[in-house]
């Protein structure tokens, strides 16, 4: 098993390799900073700090009083227990903020995303067929049922209000971040959480208490607190605190009153109830052997020092300084150029020694990739944890049409439709604050053409399963005066209706196509009374 594998799957008993880790992550994550970093950041407030710098103290001092007394669990030689204390655990952000550490490295899951391009297209797939075909918005069912019990001329009304709620609504939607669209803001979002495993929305309001901005949170920089009342954010030399969305609670480390707030949005774990854990996390061996199967090309290629030909000499004597200059050559001048060309003067042909000049081919074929059937594999094992098909990504192995529209209606179906319906409750929580009127729907992949779609929406009216209205609000058409009437056809219009549907129509034009000469084809018209029957 090579190294990488090792050191993430395998169990090491090397102290050596622990301690190289545990700098690692501290580098990383900058919660693990002792409280002698910490406590000059900003964010807070002088009450909070002489708090935390008194229970250092005392825990300190406690440790100190156990080493002196001789409780603190050691052997012979110098050895000695190096179990984490709770004191120990205390003296980094974990234990002052009280936050809880993420069951995997957040960092490395985000590198996953930027390293890997199995995992970048399937996350971009999954994000751009949930949020990033943008949104509308719908009547609400409570609406709904007001809207079947009002008059006509109250309907009308209504509708007119409801339109213009809707742009309303949007104008409201898009003006709550100056810097980006409230889709982009989702895209970023849902990005953290299917390669992080965890999302962060961020809610701020006004002085009045409404809603007057949100934005993202990047994954990594953010933990959740212990009693569930907030998370706590570290960049740089700055210490913010978050409430959980719509909650009133206290500020636990400054004095401001009015910290904003996080909806977070993650990936579900049974073996954790504070963060989520990305699908990547289930092909990680196949992700990790990729990447490490990519390298090894990028070595060979890198490092080869293979020449195209091998020439041979035979009868002639070298000089010190062709001979220095072909060894050279071969040793050095090779490696990373392997198309280079080599001269080297010869001495002429004389009567008792005649040269010989040859070259040999070595590598005259293709130059294949190694691993390429396992490289394919373990991008067929990363897209399977996400659930993506390769028809999303514009594979090569995609050809069959119906097997591509397949894949495609499963992907719907059972990856992007459900995290639509989970995130569109969590957002109207937010919708609900303006207007309980309408409610947001994200716009759906779409797997079915404009003529098909047309055909459909043409039998709900004709047969008066959907007023012409609900159908313009399909195709995001204004409402139109006497829509949410049913459609009445008229005598002829129902009497075709019928006929192309029992396929009377074809019926005739085959019959009369196929009939012998006749008065009927010769008149090309019949007698009153005798033309077709609309039964």
Known sequence: MTDELHRVYMPVKDDSYLDVELEKAVNNDPFTKSWDEIKDFRGMDINFKRRTARNISKVEATDQYLEAAGAVDSGIGGAKSKKINPGTVYRNAYGIFDIITPPYDVYQLAAYYDTSFANHAAIDAKVENTVGLGYDFAVSDKTTLKLEAATEDQLAKARKKIERLKVQTREWLESLN???????????????????????????????????????????????????????????NKVVYFRNFRQNNPNPISDDPRPNEIIHIKEYSPLNTFYGVPDIVSALPSLVGDQLASQYNIDYFSNKAVPRYVVTLKGAQLSAEAEDKMFRFLQTGLKGQNHR????????????????????????????????????????????????????????????????????????????????????????????????????????????????????????VRNQIMMPNEARDVINLPQRAGGDKPFEMTSRSATDARANTNQNRNRDSERTANQSDGTATTTGRNAQGEGRSSE
């Open 178 to 236: 100056e810097d980006e669209s409230f889709t982009e803001t989702l895209e970023k979002v849902f990005t953290d959480v299917h390669a992080v495993g965890n999302g962060f929305l961020e809610i701020g309001r006004t002085t009045f208490g409404q809603i007057g901005y949100i934005g993202h949170i990047p994954a990594t920089t953010v933990r959740v607190r212990r009693l569930h009342d907030g998370f706590v954010q570290i960049i740089g």
């Open 341 to 460: 060309t080599l001269y080297i003067p010869l001495p002429g042909d004389s009567d008792q020694n005649k040269v010989e000049f040859k070259m040999e081919p070595i590598e005259n074929g293709i130059q294949d990739g190694s691993f390429k059937e396992y490289r394919k594999q373990n991008r067929d094992d990363i897209l399977i944890a996400h659930q993506v098909p390769l028809s999303k990504l514009g594979g090569s192995d995609a050809s069959n049409i119906a097997a591509a529209l397949s894949q495609d209606r499963t992907f719907k179906e059972q990856v992007a439709r459900p995290a639509q319906r989970n995130l569109e409750k969590v957002l109207n929580k937010i919708i609900r604050e303006k207007t309980d009127v309408i409610e947001l729907k994200f716009n759906e992949l779409t797997l079915t053409d404009e003529t098909a779609q047309s055909q459909i929406l043409e039998r709900y």
